[in-house]
């Protein structure tokens, strides 16, 4: 008899979760406006351009009031909240369009790519842990093992550069980046496919180690457990043992992974995006940083956040369901 989901006792965690969020994201967001007042950089030049060179002091002082950079740190904060709130999330001063446009047109893509390399590392790292776990201090367990450690000691950007020189450059079988063909005007979703390929993999290769390292483990301990030993003894098939009995005990320390790897997942995103011209939110991010954007900034800053939350959430829902003795308590 299947055991009964608890609904109530996750409607509750994740409440408590979403109260505990709210002051997160507004020191959050408070953060972003004192960090980008203390910047270096003018955003009412980089709004301007080559035009600001050029431009009188009472122009200059215009853009200020303007872009409201004139005013104290807690009013732009103030003034940016409240607006947020109605949904109205300001002007990007850089892209010169809605915080909401931008994002609307860029979020879909790195969402697209952090998603499928999130499947390339479960899959990826789950599948080769459990194998080398079957014979510890085996040939695959010792190569795996091996590039294990070496790619996660790789940085994510040189492992991008390194697959481009060789599948576009020297095989010339995978595009380098971009979207779509630079020939083509139109996005289909083959072109986008062939195009997803490279990063993707850079970038789900990247944070397989950690999956690979974690299920490995898991699954080498568990089948050191007595249950598992008597699941033998008692002349269940391998696969029934392995997959039935060591693979569900051995992925509960993987399960406490998931949510700790998105800050990492979406760092890296930003980093293979860049290399591979990706048109998702990472050129907006740099961009916003630099020109000191704080409507977008602050915007950019409150999605990764909730998404590190969110992730925080759904390794404890997925643990609390996989080990009962756990509960939503969290």
Do not use: C
């Not at 967001?29 to 002091?57: I, R, W």
Request: aromatic content about 8%.
């Amino acid at each position: 008899m299947s055991r009964r989901v608890p609904l109530g006792a996750m409607a509750r965690m994740a409440g408590r979760r979403a109260l505990f969020a709210v002051p997160v994201l507004l020191l959050v967001t408070f953060g972003v406006f004192a960090v980008a007042t203390a910047s270096p950089f003018d955003p009412v030049k980089a709004y301007a351009g080559t035009a600001g060179l050029t431009a009188t002091q009472e122009n200059l002082d215009q853009l200020h009031a303007n872009l409201g950079v004139d005013q104290p740190l807690v009013s732009r904060w103030w003034h940016w909240l409240t607006s947020a709130l109605t949904g109205d999330l300001g002007d990007s001063s850089v892209m010169r369009q809605p915080v909401a446009d931008v994002i609307t047109e860029r979020l879909g893509w790195s969402t697209l790519l952090a998603a499928t390399a999130f499947a390339v590392a479960v899959l990826l790292g789950t599948g080769l842990g459990i194998l080398a776990a079957r014979r510890p201090g085996g040939w695959l367990d010792r190569i795996v093992g091996s590039a294990a450690y070496t790619l996660e000691a790789a940085p994510v950007f040189w492992l991008g550069l390194l697959a481009i020189w060789f599948f576009a450059l020297k095989l010339g079988v995978l595009p380098a980046g971009g979207l779509t063909d630079t020939a083509s005007d139109t996005v289909t979703p083959g072109q986008v496919a062939t195009h997803l390929v490279l990063p993707a993999l850079v970038l789900g290769v990247s944070q397989l180690p950690w999956f690979y390292l974690y299920v490995r483990q898991g699954v080498a301990d568990a089948l050191e457990e007595d249950a598992v030993r008597g699941a033998r003894a008692r002349g269940l098939a391998e696969r029934t043992v392995l997959l039935g009995h060591a693979l569900r005990s051995g992925m509960l320390p993987m399960l406490t992974l998931l949510g700790s790897r998105v800050p990492e997942l979406i760092t890296g995103a930003l980093l293979v995006e860049t290399v591979f011209s990706w048109p998702g939110i990472a050129a907006a991010t740099v961009q916003a940083a630099v020109s000191v954007d704080f409507p977008l900034l602050a915007a950019l800053t409150v999605l990764a956040t909730a998404a590190v939350l969110l992730g925080n959430l759904l390794s404890d829902l997925l643990y609390g369901l996989a080990d009962p003795r756990v509960g939503f308590n969290g």
